[in-house]
Nanobody, 113 residues
């Protein structure tokens, strides 16, 4: 059974940082492209970043230069380091095995003063 469990969300002031983590089990992690999505109230879920099996990253324009995705294949973990956070980054963040129906439960990120 494939499981994805996110952690690391919370409340942060504008300009602050958070690191999200996603623990993956029940699959051969090293063969999977991993992605982070986010969904703000009233908006569709949108891809923020993904990292290929060769650790090549992609970022949405809205987060480029502020967010960094990484993976640890030895620990079956994927991370999203978020810096210079803005109120517009407020959303529920989801981890996903790309091109699959395997999603985590989501973690809330709120950027507010």
């Amino acid at each position: 059974q494939v499981q994805l469990v996110e952690s690391g969300g919370g409340l942060v002031q504008p300009g602050g940082s958070l690191r999200l983590a996603c623990a993956v089990s029940g699959t051969i992690f090293i063969t999977k492209t991993m992605a982070w999505y986010r969904q703000a109230p009233g908006n569709q879920r949108a891809m923020v970043s993904f990292i290929s099996t060769k650790s090549n990253p992609w970022y949405a324009d809205s987060v480029k230069g502020r967010f960094t995705i990484s993976r640890d294949n030895a620990k079956n973990m994927v991370y999203l380091q978020m810096n210079s956070l803005k109120p517009d980054d407020t959303a529920v963040y989801y981890c996903r095995i790309q091109n699959s129906n395997n999603w985590g439960q989501g973690t809330q990120v709120t950027v507010s003063s």
